[in-house]
């Protein structure tokens, strides 16, 4: 058969958690026809581990940004460090950068603000952006507008309606489908997900966390990218080829990889989910 390539738009294979098995882990998901993958570097210290994992790894790619929860070392001297860290020819975006009011580790009004300034950076630096949301849905949509849109991003992690959805989709957002999508009470969800575009999705782990049934519970790993592949297809009625032909021609599309690498390797994806394999 045709081999199924997917894209894992959002994973931290770079964290301890990955320590003991990373190459096994990046097999796995290989077998399964995960081609790529992006890695995000959160802080100045994950920016490190991330292009060091996408420099010696062809197919990983690496984000740098400050994480909301990190916003007080925000200052210009970052920012500089920032801007060069994304200068490196494996990032692919700045982020995730957002707004996380469940912790609340950082002043809200900070939070904006160095937001609204790594999305400007984002602009000028023409990288699209990854976007954490948490607890803080229409300050997101507030400070998304007050920068300038359409935007070239993705919110990370979408867990919104319908309503939410079209407001993203309205700002030129791309949607991020993660394992949320296959839990039981994520009916909201699941319908904002039949009826968003298909062109403005793509597909993420968000691996070690937030792992997909039937692996709920388990260190999440980006192998488990094809059940979140499968449920959409599920959801939208049509077979996951298809869900996999489209996300991964908006990966991409949204963040400028090179498609023509993505087909490499002569291992057949296994397409039907319960055919995925743990560590």
Known sequence: MDELILIDTHCHLDLEAFDADRSAALDRARSTGV?????????????????????STPDVFATVGLHPTEAARYDEALERALTGAASHTRVRAIGEIGLDYYWDAAPRPLQREVFLRQIRLAKALDLPFVV?????????????????????????CFTGDIDYARAC?????YLGVGGIITY???????????WAPVDRLVLETDSPYLAPVPYRGKRNEPAYLLAIAAKLAEIRGVPIREIARITTENAVRLFGLSPDRLGAGNVEARVRSHELRGP
Request: proline share 6%.
């Open 35 to 55: 081609r790529a993958f992006v890695v995000i570097g959160f802080a100045p210290e994950r920016w490190r581990t991330a292009l060091a994992l996408a420099e």
């Open 169 to 173: 989709l309205e700002l030129g957002m």
């Open 132 to 156: 954490h949301q948490r607890d803080a849905a229409e300050d997101v949509l507030a400070v998304l507008s007050d920068a300038g849109p359409p935007h070239q991003g993705v919110m990370h």
């Open 184 to 194: 039981p009470r994520a009916n909201a969800l699941r319908e904002a997900l039949r």
